[in-house]
């Protein structure tokens, strides 16, 4: 059984860097590091990857299960449609996952400083969104899919951090994690477009089917640069390690240059919108570490 392919760990870090964020911005705050410091860390990476891994497999099942894929007669997850894992068997994962990741919260409880009223909204609110994305409602058959990863992968997971780290909620952190966002938004849109066939025969509803290909090729080629625009405007406006992410655009160029020429069918260009998300979150991670000012930082001492 490859429980990998259903765990999807390629996606990780659409969640790890946001956590890894707001960690950073946490020390600029209160420039407190300490075993303390570092156990909350800990526990908050495996609470949200925790989550995150259910995530998946849950989409995975209500893909299965709602026949999306099959119905198209497109072998696209690897982890059900090869029955690498039985359907009982991605169930108790989640239920594993989701289980575990509570136990991490109940232990950050006890180590954040944070209220445990408001640790545990941001987490079920997190928590909540993994599971909807394709099961209860399924809002990802609606359009609406693509709003809630936005939202959910980047600035909730972010804040999560940052709240366990400081104790302080402030929603002024959430501003910086839109730019690692639209770049999240580019994998899950990459992927869409190229499932876009597929999708209408089975009676999805995506942004990608609504764009047509064209529109899909010109919202994809904004997802990619726009965030660029924001990195040099802070490296200018800030400090200049903030703008450290422009250095991956050569990347984002041959991306988009597969995209035009080839079409959003090569699967190529989804993983390697990921690892280009990976390689602009680290380098704007490192670049608020060695900044000598960070965005939004000053609002948040003075809330």
Not at 241 to 255: E, G, H, K, N
Request: aromatic content about 12%; overall charge positive; hydrophobic content about 50%.
């Amino acid at each position: 059984m490859q429980i990998r392919s259903g765990l999807r760990p390629w996606t990780f870090s659409a969640s790890l860097i946001p956590v890894a964020l707001g960690a950073v911005l946490s020390y600029k705050y209160t420039g407190v590091c300490n075993l303390t410091s570092a156990m909350i860390l800990f526990l908050s990476v495996a609470a949200v990857v925790a989550v995150n891994s259910a995530g998946n497999m849950v989409n995975t099942y209500f893909d299965y299960m709602r026949s999306v894929k099959l119905r198209a007669g497109v072998k696209r997850d690897q982890a059900v449609l090869e029955e690498h894992l039985q359907l009982t068997q991605m169930v108790n994962g989640a239920a594993y996952l989701y289980g575990f990741a509570m136990i991490c919260l109940w232990l950050l409880m006890w180590f954040s400083p944070a209220k445990s009223m408001h640790l545990a909204g941001l987490f079920f609110g997190g928590l909540s969104s993994s599971f909807m994305y394709t099961g209860g409602v399924g809002v990802k058959y609606y359009v609406l899919g693509d709003l809630l990863v936005i939202f959910t992968f980047g600035p909730l997971a972010l804040l999560f951090s940052f709240v366990s780290q400081t104790g302080k909620l402030t929603f002024i952190p959430l501003l910086l994690a839109l730019p690692l966002a639209v770049s999240t938004e580019a994998i899950l849109h990459s992927k869409h477009a190229r499932e876009m066939d597929a999708d209408k025969k089975a009676g999805v509803l995506s942004l990608a089917i609504l764009l047509g290909s064209q529109g899909s090729y010109f919202l994809y080629t904004a997802l990619l640069f726009v965030p660029y625009l924001v990195f040099f405007v802070w490296g200018l406006q800030y400090s200049l390690p903030l703008a450290l992410p422009v250095l991956t655009i050569p990347f984002s160029f041959q991306l988009e240059k597969a995209f035009r020429e080839g079409g959003p069918a090569d699967t190529r260009i989804s993983t390697g919108t990921a690892k280009l998300n990976l390689a602009m979150g680290s380098l704007f991670v490192a670049g608020c570490v060695l900044a000598s000012r960070v965005p939004m930082m000053d609002r948040i001492i003075d809330t």
